[in-house]
C-alpha cells in the first residue's frame, strides 16, 4: 500500500465527516440519546402491579407481609388463595403478574431453625418488565426479613423464582450490550454506505478508480476514519450505561473494544458492499437499513431473546453479525468472562470480516461496471 | 503555437516517442449492443485531439476503455506506451482524466483539493505545495486558496478540476466534456489553459459536443453509433465534406445515422 496517498485519502474523509456538522453532531450524540431513551423505556416505572397470593395457612406474618405489598401502591392483590391451583389459569388469562406462594406455616417456620420458604411466580412474557416485578417483589420481602432480624436474630427466608412464559432471566442490563451493536452498525454499515454511494452518484469515485489508488486503499482510507468514529460511540455508550444506569461492567474493557472493532470492520465491509451494489445514495441507505440496521436490532437477541424465536427463525439469526457480538459484549460486560469463552463467537466475528471485506473488495473492482 | 510546433515541444520534453494513444480495432458490447465498434486511431503526443459525437455515440465508453475502467470486448489500445489490458497501473500513472461530473469535492477547499490529488498520485509535499502555489497564480485563486471549492462559480471549478487533472503532470489528460454548462467566455479561458497544457507536451484528448471547440482541436474524429465515421485535421474535413464548419460535416454524419436523424 501507498501510505502517502492512502493518508491524502484519510485525510480528505476527515474533512468529510468533521465539516458535515449536523451529520457528525447525530452521530456523536446518538449513543448518548439511544442510552438514556432505551434505558428509562425498557425501565418504565411499573405501577398496579396485581398480586396472586396463595396462603395455606394465614398467619401474622404471611398478613404482614401482603399488607407491606399494598402499602407500596405498587401491588393490588386480586386473589388470595389457600391453594396454588389458581395460578395457573390467572397468569394463562393475563390477569396476574406476580404470584406469591407461602409455604404452609410460615410464621412458625420464621421462628424456627429451617428458613422460610416463599416461591415468587412472575409474568415474564415481556422480560423487562418481568424483571422489575421480580426486583420489586424480592425487595419487600428482603425488608421484611431485614427488620425480623434487627430486632433479635437472623432470620431467614428463602425465596423461590419462577419467570413463567420466559424462564431466561433477561435485565436491564442486557440491552446496554446490544445497544452497542445497534449504534456500531448504523454509524459504520450506514455512513459507509452513504459517503461511498454519494461519491459513486457525484462521480469523484470515477476519478479515484482512475488514479493510482488502489480498489482496496479506497476502501481502507473510507473506512479508518468511521472505525475512529464508532470507537468514540462505543466509549460514549458504556460511559452513559455506567454513569446513567449503574450498569456493571464485569470484564475486561480492552478485550470488548477490540472485540468492537472486529464487529465494526464487518459493520463497515457490509456497508462497502451495499454502496458497490447500489446506484443511489437513496439505494444505499434504504438497502443499509434493510441489510444492517434491521436484523442486527430485530434478530439480534437485542429486543427479542433469540431462545424465544421460532425454530425456522433461529438459524437466520446465525448470519447476523449483531447476534454474535452481543453474547460476546454480555459475556464481557456482565458476566466478566473472556475469551476462553468467547472464543466460538470471536472466531465467527473474524469469519464474517474477512469474507465480507474479501468480497466487498472484489464488487469495488473498477471495471465490474 | 501551431500544432507542429507543439510536437515538437512533445519530443524535445521527452513525452512518449512514437504515439500517445494507438487504438486497433477497439470494441466494447453490453449483450448484443455494440458501445464501440472496432475503432482504430492513433493520437501523437502533444496533441490536442477532439474526440466528436453525439450523445450514445459512444465517446464515454471509448474513453473509459482507454482509462481502464473498463474492459474491452475486443482489439487492443496503448496508453502511454502501455496496454491497456495488463498495464493499467502504470497507464494510471501517466494519465489525468476528468471526468464529466465535475470531480473535485465541494466540502474540500481548494488547497484540500489539490492536496488531495497530489497526494494520491505520489506527490511529495514540497512538490504538492510548490504546484499549488504555481496553480492558484496561474488560475488567479490565490485569495481562494482557502475558500470551500462548493462556493466558487462553476466555471472557476471547471478550471481547477482541470489544473488538478493536470497536478501530477501527466503525459496525456483525458476530458470528457470538460466545458458542458459553462459560459462562452469561461470556455475560451479553459481552452487557453488546455493548449498551455499542450503547449507543455501533454497530450490531450477531448470529447466535446461543442462544434466551434472542434475546430481548436489538432486533429479531430466523429463517432457515429459506435464507429468513427470521419478522422483528420478540421480543415481536411471540411474540405473531404465540402463544408463550411465543423458543425456542418457533424450534422452530414449524423443524419446518415438511424439515432442522429431521431435526434
Redesign the interface.
Known amino acids: 500500500m501507498?501510505l502517502?496517498?492512502l493518508?491524502?485519502?484519510v485525510?480528505?474523509e476527515r474533512?468529510?465527516i468533521l465539516?458535515?456538522r449536523q451529520t457528525l453532531t447525530i452521530l456523536l450524540m446518538m449513543p448518548l440519546v439511544q442510552v438514556i431513551l432505551f434505558g428509562y423505556a425498557l425501565r418504565s416505572d411499573v405501577r398496579d402491579i396485581r398480586l396472586a397470593v396463595v396462603d395455606p395457612t394465614p398467619d401474622h406474618a404471611t398478613i404482614e407481609l401482603e399488607s407491606r405489598f399494598i402499602s407500596t401502591n405498587r401491588f393490588r392483590i386480586v386473589t388470595t388463595s389457600k391453594t396454588p391451583d389458581v395460578i395457573e389459569p390467572l397468569f394463562r388469562r393475563g390477569s396476574a403478574d406476580v404470584a406469591l406462594v407461602f409455604e404452609p406455616d410460615f410464621a412458625s417456620h420464621l421462628r424456627g431453625a429451617d428458613p422460610a420458604r416463599v416461591l415468587i411466580a412472575v409474568d415474564a412474557s415481556d422480560p423487562n418488565t418481568g424483571t422489575t416485578y421480580l426486583n420489586y417483589t424480592r425487595a419487600i420481602i428482603a425488608s421484611y426479613q431485614d427488620e425480623l432480624s434487627v430486632a433479635n436474630r437472623r432470620v431467614r427466608i428463602v425465596t423461590d423464582t419462577r419467570m413463567r412464559f420466559n424462564p431466561t432471566l433477561e435485565s436491564v442490563n442486557l440491552f446496554v450490550p446490544g445497544l452497542i451493536a445497534l449504534v456500531l452498525v448504523l454509524v459504520s454499515a450506514l455512513m459507509t454506505a452513504i459517503s461511498l454511494s454519494r461519491e459513486k452518484e457525484?462521480?469523484?469515485l470515477?476519478?479515484?478508480?482512475?488514479?493510482?489508488?488502489r480498489p482496496q486503499e479506497i476502501i481502507v482510507g473510507k473506512v479508518l476514519p468511521y472505525l475512529a468514529l464508532a470507537f468514540a460511540n462505543v466509549l460514549t455508550a458504556l460511559l452513559a450505561a455506567w454513569a446513567v444506569f449503574h450498569v456493571p461492567f464485569r470484564g475486561s474493557v480492552a478485550l470488548l473494544l477490540a472485540e468492537s472493532i472486529l464487529y465494526t470492520i464487518v459493520s463497515l465491509a457490509l456497508g462497502v458492499l451495499v454502496a458497490a451494489r447500489t446506484s443511489s445514495q437513496r439505494a444505499a441507505m434504504l438497502t443499509a437499513m434493510l441489510v444492517t440496521m434491521l436484523p442486527n436490532a430485530l434478530l439480534s437477541g437485542m429486543i427479542f431473546p433469540v431462545a424465544s424465536m421460532p425454530a425456522w427463525l433461529k438459524p437466520v439469526t446465525y448470519i447476523v453479525p449483531a447476534r454474535w457480538f452481543i453474547v460476546i459484549a454480555r459475556g464481557i460486560m456482565l458476566k466478566g468472562v473472556g475469551l476462553t469463552i468467547l472464543w466460538q463467537e470471536t472466531l465467527v466475528l473474524s469469519f464474517m470480516a474477512l469474507l465480507l471485506l474479501a468480497v466487498a473488495m472484489r464488487s469495488f473492482k473498477?471495471?465490474m461496471? | 503555437m501551431s500544432a507542429a510546433n507543439r510536437v515538437a515541444v512533445a519530443v524535445k520534453t521527452g513525452a512518449a516517442d512514437g504515439f500517445a494513444i494507438d487504438a486497433r480495432e477497439l470494441t466494447r458490447r453490453f449483450g448484443s449492443f455494440v458501445a464501440v465498434d472496432h475503432i482504430t486511431f492513433d493520437i501523437k503526443a502533444g496533441e490536442v485531439f477532439g474526440f466528436l459525437g453525439a450523445n450514445g455515440a459512444g465517446k464515454t465508453t471509448a474513453i473509459k476503455m482507454l482509462v481502464g475502467l473498463l474492459a474491452p470486448s475486443e482489439g487492443a489500445a496503448h496508453v502511454a506506451g502501455f496496454d491497456i489490458r495488463t498495464q493499467r497501473d502504470q497507464i494510471r500513472r501517466n494519465i489525468g482524466y476528468m471526468s464529466q461530473r465535475f470531480s473535485l469535492y465541494g466540502d474540500l477547499t481548494v488547497r484540500e483539493n489539490i492536496r488531495l490529488y497530489g497526494g494520491i498520485y505520489g506527490l511529495t509535499p514540497e512538490q504538492i505545495a510548490e504546484r499549488t502555489t504555481t496553480m492558484l497564480d496561474t488560475l488567479g485563486l490565490s485569495s481562494n486558496a482557502d475558500d470551500l471549492v462548493a462556493r466558487l462559480p462553476l466555471g472557476w471549478k471547471q478550471k481547477l478540476a482541470f489544473s488538478v487533472a493536470l497536478v501530477h503532470q501527466p503525459k496525456i489528460v483525458f476530458l470528457d466534456e470538460p466545458t458542458g454548462g459553462v459560459d462562452p467566455i469561461t470556455r475560451r479561458q479553459f481552452w487557453e489553459l488546455i493548449y498551455s497544457a499542450a503547449a507543455r507536451g501533454t497530450t490531450v484528448f477531448v470529447t466535446t459536443h461543442y462544434m466551434d471547440e472542434a475546430e481548436y482541436c489538432d486533429r479531430i474524429s466523429i463517432m457515429v453509433d459506435g464507429k468513427i465515421a470521419a478522422l483528420g485535421t478540421p480543415v481536411e474535413l471540411k474540405e473531404k465534406f465540402g463544408a463550411d464548419s465543423v458543425d456542418d460535416v457533424f450534422v452530414r454524419l449524423a443524419r446518415g445515422s438511424p439515432k442522429g436523424a431521431a435526434a
Open positions: 501507498n502517502n496517498a493518508r491524502a485519502f485525510v480528505k474533512h468529510h465539516r458535515d457525484r462521480g469523484t470515477e476519478v479515484l478508480l482512475v488514479s493510482p489508488l473498477p471495471r461496471e
